[in-house]
């Protein structure tokens, strides 16, 4: 069963450096149950203040999907998923 998120923009501030300035944007991930923020950098300077938002938005995919190819192998089949919960049971938990 797939979960629907919200993925919402709720913060955008200016994190100054050496560098040059870039933008934070925040977003705000909701999933039913809980929420948590995922924080992404962009160079200011290398993109106009109008883009920033979209830009953003395209970093939090690369990101999201470079952590969905480094646990990929975590998950769990439909088969091991039932034995781990028929162990629960078995223990009276």
């Known amino acids: 069963m797939k979960r629907q998120f919200k993925i919402r923009v709720s913060r955008i501030e200016t994190i100054p450096a050496t ?7 925040t977003f705000r991930i909701h999933n039913g149950s809980g929420s948590f923020g995922f924080p992404v950098l962009v ?3 290398e993109y106009d203040e109008a883009d920033i938002t979209k ?3 395209s970093i939090l995919h690369e990101n999201l999907a470079e ?3 480094q646990t990929e192998k975590w998950k769990l089949t439909e088969d ?3 034995q781990l919960s028929s ?3 078995y223990q009276g938990a």
């Open 67 to 69: 952590l969905t190819s």
């Open 55 to 57: 830009v953003a938005r």
């Open 87 to 89: 162990w629960k049971f």
């Open 43 to 45: 160079k200011k300077n």
């Open 80 to 82: 091991e998923l039932a």
């Open 19 to 25: 560098d040059g300035d870039f933008a934070q944007v």
